[in-house]
């Protein structure tokens, strides 16, 4: 014996305001709040595009997740839900029940409407935080979605992307997740241009060619200051990194390097803020443990940083053999601290130092540290501080003098080949001034 629910009584309500799809339009205004939900869902099931338009105008709640009724992407259903926001942003009186601050796309479950459609609204017109409602409705509707994207825009991208750029001035357009596929920088781009990098929460990145990639998006990248989940797949060939102008949460250089398959053998780090904590994941981190170059060029070393700056030379001791510490704020004391994992690199051809504040005394040091490496070939060096005046120009016949006797330092122990000492800035012609070891004069090179 079968048992058969009956339809209830709001159940055959809504078919009715269905079937009388024009005169629920009219009456939006006076349908009890409790209707709008179920109606709704029918109504985007039935496909009702002209009744979803004016629902959602008159839509009496703060938060409208559409995506969950979109089982598989419609681009006529989702046409119709963006006619009804363009609607709504021309209207120049708002009805009396409208509140929609959010519009979410995102494809969340289904089961949420089920559970929505019966509440009892009867109790309370509704049980949100009427401060937060109001807050949301200064900053003009919010459009939440998630895009997944792959080399060619499918239909429903792109149809929100045409409608989104023409409404990034009037609606708040927030993807707060994001999947990348090998997808072209143009695409990329162009989603990052209209919806704006800092509202992304997680991103995917599947791609063959990383480098060029993460070259291309870095400024994104670095406006990224809700990120809190970065996944990279496909890093299993990657040897070469350039990191430039990135601004790292906590952990999320942990997460960069802990996707290396394999370990890097190029590191170059310009323009960032490092952390201490960032310094020590990047000392402890197994993908750079055969790195044979690392430049940090406009990288603040703080006091703090130094000694796991320390433990990384110390770890790539046996492969380094291109060091660069360029203009990152090093004084006496950072330098002091960093010479004895230096000189455990015995790999080393070139190192540069440049526009760093050592004195003489320590740039001797250096010096010294340096001499015992025989497979030295270029070498680029500060002018000591000694070599400038109060104001910060150089005192050139000071420093043409001062530039034999640090060489000397080198030529006791190996013949250089290739070592420049260089200035700020050269009074005789304004550039950047270098001594000539082959001459043993300073002159100006450019």
């Not at 009456?27 to 979803?52: D, S």
């Not at 019966?118 to 919010?142: M, V």
């Not at 010096?367 to 270029?378: D, I, P, R, W």
């Amino acid at each position: 014996m079968s048992v058969c629910n009956p339809t209830t009584l709001q159940e055959l309500a809504v078919q009715s305001l269905l079937r009388n799809e024009a005169s629920t339009i009219s009456a939006l205004e006076y349908l009890p709040i409790n209707f709008f939900p179920p109606v709704f869902k029918e109504a985007f099931i039935g496909r009702h595009m002209e009744l979803l338009k004016a629902m959602l105008v008159a839509w009496p709640f703060s938060y409208l997740p559409v995506g969950a009724l979109m089982k598989t992407p419609d681009v006529e259903l989702l046409q119709a839900v963006l006619d009804g926001v363009d609607i709504l942003q021309t209207q120049k009186v708002r009805p009396r029940s409208w509140r929609l601050g959010i519009l979410d796309l995102r494809n969340m479950n289904q089961d949420f409407w089920d559970l929505w459609a019966g509440r009892d609204w009867n109790c309370s017109t509704e049980t949100e935080s009427n401060a937060q409602l109001c807050n949301e409705l200064r900053q003009g509707l919010k459009v939440v979605t998630e895009l997944s994207l792959s080399s060619h825009l499918k239909e429903h991208q792109a149809c929100l992307l045409h409608w989104a750029k023409h409404r990034k001035d009037c609606v708040q357009l927030c993807c707060v997740k994001m999947k990348i596929c090998d997808s072209p920088i143009e695409i990329i781009k162009g989603v990052l241009d209209i919806f704006p990098p800092d509202n992304i929460e997680e991103l995917e990145l599947y791609t063959n060619q990383v480098q060029p990639f993460l070259g291309h998006i870095a400024p994104h990248l670095g406006r990224m200051t809700r990120l809190r989940k970065l996944n990279f797949c496909k890093l299993k060939f990657l040897k070469h990194l350039s990191i430039d102008g990135i601004y790292f949460h906590p952990d999320h250089m942990q997460l960069l390097f802990g996707c290396l398959k394999s370990p890097l053998e190029t590191l170059i780090i310009t323009l960032c803020h490092l952390s201490q904590s960032d310094l020590k994941q990047l000392s402890q981190c197994q993908g750079i443990c055969q790195l044979r170059h690392l430049t940090f060029s406009n990288v603040v070393l703080s006091s703090l940083g130094v000694p796991h700056l320390r433990v990384l030379l110390e770890n790539t001791a046996d492969t380094l053999q291109t060091l660069e510490l360029v203009e990152c704020w090093m004084e006496d004391s950072h330098l002091s601290a960093l010479l004895p994992a230096l000189s455990l690199c015995s790999h080393l051809t070139t190192v540069n130092f440049c526009d760093n504040k050592f004195s003489t005394a320590v740039l001797k040091k250096l010096l010294q540290s340096v001499a015992n490496l025989s497979n030295m070939t270029v070498e680029f060096y500060p002018a000591p501080l000694e070599c400038y005046d109060p104001l910060g120009s150089v005192l050139v016949e000071k420093f043409a003098q001062l530039c034999p006797e640090l060489l000397d330092i080198l030529c006791a122990k190996r013949q250089p080949k290739t070592i420049l000492f260089a200035t700020d800035v050269c009074l005789e012609c304004c550039t950047r001034c270098f001594y000539d070891t082959e001459a043993r004069l300073c002159q100006c090179w450019q």
